[in-house]
């Protein structure tokens, strides 16, 4: 994949993470772009229009009109020029502005005028990137046929440690890449099955055993299943998360028995199962059917094992059928994770750490080795789950 001759506007707001503006357009030229710069003017404050305008090869442009006043900066023709518009970083103020149609600065202008495809690489801090308000806006622009960047997790401008860093460089080119590149794919048209999220065991009607699991990288890979043209059977326990695109079919489960009973109507039709679900390993023998009250300083619980889907279908899989297991260790990674590829008759394993920094549960990113039935392990920097899906399909790719 390349992006030799496509034209980019690269839009850069007011935002700490400007810097990386410098080294995002340097790689964009690097890699064959042609690049036009539009800053907004609170941008200058933290990298100069020069810098841009030097590492482009073009003007960086800045306000609709020149210094003199007697030349405008036409954002409908800029609109019109560009096979992408990339936006980063886009600070919360102007992903508000895209989301609600405010038009006060050239930047939007050509938003507002572009019809190309548009990217976004959201930059803020932690608060302001949860904050309801910021999330609703995002949504917006999802809504409008915006493709959001996902951002990453770590240490952000003001001290704290959490989500909204923007995506590096290198991630916003891969991204680019790959949405400006489509290419044809082997799972078009191959029914896939995957499970996601965690299972609620109940202990009685208030009470459940869990884990942390939220979803995202079964969703994730769900999504990017089905932009390659499959048909996704997404099978999926308690999340408050969804798929981002139209025609995956949905079923919400809740325990570890029934997200077997969803995925055995299912097993014999599919080309290929996905187990990304963080099923509870043990359930409660007896569940209560009112709750229990509190007395004493304990309670006895008798746990027994929950149904191993994964292993379920190993057992029952035929001819070119294919699964994909996950493992989630803190010890013994690599040697845990070979067992289970014979114990589960898996064609490939996931596998994470929560040794590793930003991976596992309640992370936007994942760090994972992908490990086949010959033992070959192939290893992977910390990215968004977004891009683990897209080297996960890729990796099932070269088996079809």
Not at 46 to 55: D, G, Y
Request: charge should be positive.
């Amino acid at each position: 994949m390349s992006l030799k001759g496509k034209k980019i506007l690269l839009g850069v707001s007011g935002s700490i993470a400007a810097y990386k503006s410098a080294i995002l357009t340097r790689e964009l030229v690097k890699a064959g772009a042609e690049v036009k710069v539009i800053m907004t003017s609170n941008a200058k404050a933290f990298i100069s229009p020069l810098t841009l305008a030097t590492l482009s090869k073009n003007p960086c442009l800045v306000e609709y009109t020149n210094a003199d006043q007697t030349d405008w900066n036409n954002h409908v023709a800029l609109g019109l020029w560009g096979d992408a518009l990339l936006i980063a970083p886009a600070t919360a103020n102007t992903i508000a502005k895209m989301a609600n149609g405010y038009c006060d600065n050239l930047l939007m202008g050509v938003y507002l005028s572009a019809r190309c495809p548009v990217f976004v690489a959201p930059a803020m801090d932690e608060d302001m990137y949860r904050h309801a308000s910021t999330q609703a806006n995002l949504e917006k622009l999802r809504s409008y046929n915006n493709q959001i960047i996902p951002v990453n997790s770590g240490e952000l401008a003001s001290g704290l440690v959490g989500p909204g860093r923007m995506a590096e460089p290198h991630e916003i080119i891969e991204f680019l890449n790959i949405n400006l590149n489509p290419v044809q794919s082997n799972l078009n048209g191959k029914k896939i099955l995957i499970t996601a999220g965690p299972t609620y065991e109940s202990i009685d009607p208030v009470r459940y055993i869990g884990n942390y699991s939220t979803g995202k990288m079964g969703i994730s890979l769900a999504d990017e299943a089905n932009k390659r043209g499959a048909q996704v059977h997404l099978i999926l326990g308690p999340s408050h998360l969804l798929p981002e695109t139209e025609g995956i079919s949905i079923t919400k489960v809740t325990s570890g028995q029934d997200m077997l009973n969803a995925c055995q109507k299912l097993f014999k039709k599919v080309d290929v199962a996905i187990f990304s679900a963080a099923v509870a390993d043990y359930t409660p023998e007896n569940a209560a059917t009112q709750k229990i009250k509190k007395k004493g300083h304990s309670i006895d619980l008798t746990l027994v094992k929950t149904p191993d889907i994964a292993f379920e279908f190993g057992q029952i899989k035929k001819g070119k059928q294919l699964s994909i297991g996950f493992a989630l260790e803190t010890e013994k990674e690599l040697v845990n994770a070979k067992e289970k590829i014979k114990k589960k008759n898996f064609d490939l394993i996931v596998l994470n750490s929560l040794n590793d920094a930003g991976a596992g549960f309640k992370h936007a990113t994942n760090k994972v080795s992908i490990i086949s039935k010959d033992n070959k392990v192939d290893s992977y920097e910390l990215k968004s789950k977004e891009l683990v899906a897209k080297d996960i399909l890729n990796k099932l790719e070269t088996l079809l």
